[in-house]
């Protein structure tokens, strides 16, 4: 019942978000900045709240790390073989990135806390930054390198300094390990506001999703739809039980690796000189995917 609900919640929003752009309530302009306060606000609040009063040790692992850095290489070598007879680079290099470069943030972490409550939350969040510390790198390197962009590399791994999520888990894992008192009514606040995180998501997704799509137009993203919000979170079950995962980090990041394609890929892509239509194609395609897919993992970690 729990996860028919969870369903339900997030059809409501995704809905209500394309709605509101339907009737040029969410337009452009504000879907930007409810997007803002999303990634600037709400999933800071929550990264943080998960992580400060929680042991390093409850955090982060050995079998987290590997794991995680196997699933992700894994899934973008197979990305490279699946993908290599797309005769088009800039097609070719967005199906590749698009494969393993998971939506974390806006739908993967407000789910977890969501459904498995507060410590799984935690390890979500430290998947979300080493993900993300390894997909932007990895993501820009593969647009620059088939794409023959000119792009500075090291100029977009300078931005990833300033990231929100990255610097709200490095502030988490500073008071957790330094033992700083946080004063509990900003503990309070913080929480109020994290409840935003995954609503305000979904209402920035449904605002962006294209429902005119055809059948025949989506038959290209056949191949990331599969690898991106199936063999993902297959496989990060497979590596994780090979190596131990307690269940409560396992059942995180296994529905981490189950989040669709993320929108900042659209944005590299655009940057980058990939092939920007099928992006947010893809990315659409797999979001309405990992409805299904995403409500299966948490009925069956949750």
Same mark, same amino acid.
């Given at each position: 019942?729990?996860?028919?609900?969870?369903?339900?919640?997030?059809?409501?929003?995704?809905?209500?978000?394309?709605?509101?752009?339907?009737?040029?309530?969410?337009?452009?302009?504000?879907?930007?900045?409810?997007?803002?306060?999303?990634?600037?606000?709400?999933?800071?609040?929550?990264?943080?709240?998960?992580?400060?009063?929680?042991?390093?040790?409850?955090?982060?692992?050995?079998?987290?790390?590997?794991?995680?850095?196997?699933?992700?290489?894994?899934?973008?070598?197979?990305?490279?073989?699946?993908?290599?007879?797309?005769?088009?680079?800039?097609?070719?290099?967005?199906?590749?990135?698009?494969?393993?470069?998971?939506?974390?943030?806006?739908?993967?972490?407000?789910?977890?806390?969501?459904?498995?409550?507060?410590?799984?939350?935690?390890?979500?969040?430290?998947?979300?930054?080493?993900?993300?510390?390894?997909?932007?790198?990895?993501?820009?390197?593969? $647009?620059?390198?088939?794409?023959?962009? &000119?792009?500075? #590399? *090291?100029?977009?791994?300078?931005?990833? +300094? %300033?990231?929100? =999520? @990255?610097?709200?888990?490095?502030?988490?894992?500073?008071?957790?390990?330094?033992?700083?008192?946080?004063?509990?009514?900003?503990?309070?606040?913080?929480?109020?506001?994290?409840?935003?995180?995954?609503?305000?998501?979904? $209402?920035?997704?449904?605002?962006?999703? &294209?429902?005119? #799509? *055809?059948?025949?137009?989506?038959?290209? +993203? %056949?191949?990331? =739809? @599969?690898?991106?919000?199936?063999?993902?979170?297959?496989?990060?079950?497979?590596?994780?039980?090979?190596?131990?995962?307690?269940?409560?980090?396992?059942?995180?990041?296994?529905?981490?690796?189950?989040?669709?394609?993320?929108?900042?890929?659209?944005?590299?892509?655009?940057?980058?000189?990939?092939?920007?239509?099928?992006?947010?194609?893809?990315?659409? =395609?797999?979001?309405?995917?990992?409805?299904?897919?995403?409500?299966?993992?948490?009925?069956?970690?949750?």
């Amino acid at each position: 019942m729990a996860v028919l609900e969870q369903l339900g919640f997030m059809l409501v929003f995704l809905a209500v978000g394309a709605a509101a752009r339907g009737v040029s309530l969410l337009t452009e302009r504000r879907t930007k900045t409810l997007t803002a306060v999303a990634f600037y606000v709400a999933l800071p609040a929550l990264i943080f709240t998960s992580t400060f009063d929680r042991p390093l040790r409850e955090l982060i692992s050995p079998a987290l790390l590997v794991g995680l850095w196997i699933v992700i290489g894994a899934t973008a070598a197979v990305g490279w073989v699946v993908h290599r007879r797309r005769a088009n680079d800039a097609r070719r290099s967005v199906a590749i990135v698009q494969s393993y470069h998971g939506n974390m943030g806006f739908l993967g972490l407000p789910l977890v806390a969501a459904t498995l409550g507060g410590e799984a939350t935690a390890v979500a969040s430290v998947v979300l930054g080493l993900g993300a510390l390894t997909h932007v790198p990895a993501t820009v390197f593969t $647009l620059i390198r088939i794409n023959d962009s &000119d792009a500075s #590399l *090291s100029g977009e791994l300078r931005a990833l +300094a %300033t990231n929100p =999520v @990255l610097i709200s888990l490095a502030a988490g894992i500073t008071a957790s390990v330094g033992g700083l008192g946080v004063p509990a009514v900003a503990i309070a606040g913080l929480d109020a506001v994290s409840t935003f995180a995954l609503p305000l998501a979904l $209402l920035c997704v449904g605002a962006k999703l &294209d429902t005119g #799509l *055809s059948l025949s137009a989506l038959r290209p +993203a %056949t191949g990331v =739809v @599969l690898l991106k919000v199936v063999w993902m979170p297959v496989l990060g079950w497979a590596v994780f039980s090979a190596l131990s995962l307690g269940p409560t980090a396992l059942s995180a990041a296994v529905i981490m690796f189950g989040s669709p394609t993320a929108v900042s890929t659209y944005v590299y892509t655009s940057e980058l000189g990939g092939d920007a239509a099928f992006a947010s194609m893809n990315v659409v =395609v797999t979001t309405v995917a990992s409805l299904g897919t995403l409500s299966g993992l948490v009925w069956l970690f949750g």
